[in-house]
């Protein structure tokens, strides 16, 4: 069972068909025992890191998250939720993040030939094989943002060119993150969806 954190932003109900295309048994929740007993979570976003950090901490969801991370279970983190892992945001105020994975949001350049918000579809340069990224290969993918992670080098996975080199995919053990939308990136998108489900289905061996 797969929770997807209910905190009032983010594509929950898209991402929850996704998964249930896969296969992939979920939930929508913001309950702790029901987070902590899960076999792994997504952590969606859409809209303002300073907003959304207050909301996970008004309800409690930024230490059952960090529990579940040092639990060594899988985490996924999509658009504003991958972001969220990181230690720290300059979007609006600086504002704490997560700090599961090393890095911080910053605002994309304002250069000519390159809108803010970055939306649309971007093609994929793959860094590193992980789980998530082993079947990729210049795919392109739907984004809509206007920050990005700036994080070091080991934790980028994979990337998008635009006015920067956006690190479209991260990766620190068994956490994971996408700047993308997989739930709206087609046939790639589930394929980097049942990654984590391949992810979620190791780990859950592992620990029986």
């Known amino acids: 069972?797969?929770?997807?954190?209910?905190?009032?932003?983010?594509?929950?109900?898209?991402?929850?068909?996704?998964?249930?295309?896969?296969?992939?048994?979920?939930?929508?929740?913001s309950n702790y025992a029901e987070i902590l007993q899960a076999d792994g979570v997504i952590l969606p976003g859409v809209g303002a890191f300073p907003e959304a950090m207050q909301e996970l901490g008004r309800r409690g969801l930024d230490v059952t998250l960090k529990e579940m991370a040092e639990s060594g279970k899988p985490m996924l983190g999509v658009c504003l939720g991958m972001q969220l892992l990181l230690e720290s945001s300059d979007e609006h105020l600086f504002t704490k993040g997560l700090g599961l994975i090393p890095g911080h949001v910053e605002k994309l350049p304002d250069e000519p030939g390159f809108a803010v918000p970055h939306m649309g579809w971007n093609q994929l340069e793959i860094k590193r094989s992980t789980p998530l990224t082993k079947k990729l290969g210049g795919e392109y993918v739907y984004y809509v943002h206007s920050y990005y992670a700036n994080c070091p080098?080991?934790?980028?996975?994979?990337?998008?060119?635009?006015?920067?080199?956006?690190?479209?995919?991260?990766?620190?053990?068994?956490?994971?993150?996408?700047?993308f939308h997989p739930e709206k990136s087609g046939q790639i998108g589930l394929e980097i969806l049942k990654g984590f489900k391949e992810v979620t289905e190791s780990c859950k061996s592992s620990q029986q």
């Open 1 to 29: 069972m797969i929770v997807i954190i209910d905190y009032d932003t983010g594509n929950t109900k898209s991402i929850s068909k996704a998964l249930d295309f896969i296969g992939l048994q979920n939930k929508i929740s």
């Open 153 to 179: 080098n080991e934790y980028i996975i994979a990337t998008s060119g635009y006015s920067v080199e956006v690190p479209s995919m991260i990766n620190k053990g068994n956490i994971y993150g996408a700047q």
